[in-house]
């Protein structure tokens, strides 16, 4: 038990406080429209940070970020007929 506890929070304060950090920067930057090289660096570390979140606020993360992934997938297929 103490092993499997250390070791959740350990992973928690380790990998998913930046990674939540790095989500929220990453957000507020889309709905401030305030996009720079910041925001694309983020954008490129988000996926695999999120990953790394433990628990359900982790794939509640993950499962928005594959459901925005898909629409904007789908838009541009049909934006090229491809769909």
Not at 26 to 50: I, M, Q, S, W, Y
């Amino acid at each position: 038990w103490a092993t499997s506890s250390v070791g959740e929070w350990t992973g928690l304060i380790i990998t998913g406080f930046p990674a939540l950090f790095v989500t929220f920067m990453f957000a507020n930057d889309l709905v401030t429209r305030k996009v720079e090289h910041r925001t694309l660096a983020l954008g490129a570390v988000l996926p695999v940070l999120a990953s790394t979140i433990p628990g359900p606020i982790g794939e509640g993360v993950q499962g928005v970020l594959a459901w925005v992934i898909t629409k904007i997938g789908t838009l541009v297929a049909g934006a090229f007929g491809i769909a």
